[in-house]
């Protein structure tokens, strides 16, 4: 009994891909959510990829890949790409506006090129945006001014104008 339950483990698809030889139906092997973020931060950022790029970017507006797209920003995996996935984002055209305190925090990133990728996402954002999240925002990127280079205050005080129109504030 013992030995059987340890083979249970093999057929477990969160663990392993099985297929079965001799099996006349079609197997699926499920792709985990790893797996698929490992092909996304590939196919957006592998050079051999780029003739494809437009069409995953197609595709992820399409299917509403939104969520998935973040989720690779976020991946430790795509560190050294990351501003790469960013700047995919407005590429896609994929409306990010229910996420802006997320592109706020990658606009105030020590990188220069995942903070203006972000920045430009936030521009090109539709809304619609509640008025706290845009005025939280708006702290949040002033209270991180006093510590930032001169090079990037512009960007943010440019920042600081695109959040006030959001929402009226002159």
């Given at each position: 009994m013992d030995n059987t339950d340890n083979l249970k483990k093999y057929f477990n698809s969160k663990e392993y891909a099985t297929t079965i030889v001799g099996n006349t139906e079609e197997v699926s092997i499920p792709v985990?959510?790893?797996d698929k973020i490992s092909a996304l931060?590939?196919?957006l950022t592998d050079p051999a990829n780029k003739d494809v790029k437009e069409e995953i970017l197609l595709t992820l507006k399409k299917e509403k890949g939104g969520d998935t797209l973040l989720i690779a920003i976020a991946s430790p995996k795509a560190k050294e790409v990351r501003h790469i996935l960013v700047a995919a984002c407005w590429e896609s055209e994929i409306n990010f506006s229910k996420y802006l305190p997320f592109f706020v925090?990658?606009?105030?990133?020590d990188n220069y090129l995942i903070s203006l990728e972000a920045i430009t996402v936030?521009?090109?954002?539709?809304?619609?945006?509640?008025?706290?999240?845009?005025?939280?925002?708006?702290q949040k990127i002033k209270e991180a001014k006093k510590n930032i280079t001169n090079e990037k205050v512009v960007l943010l005080n440019d920042l600081i104008v695109t959040l006030e129109d959001f929402i009226g504030i002159e």
């Open positions: 985990t959510n790893e931060i590939s196919l925090l990658l606009a105030l990133d936030i521009e090109n954002m539709e809304g619609p945006f509640t008025p706290s999240d845009v005025t939280n925002a708006i």
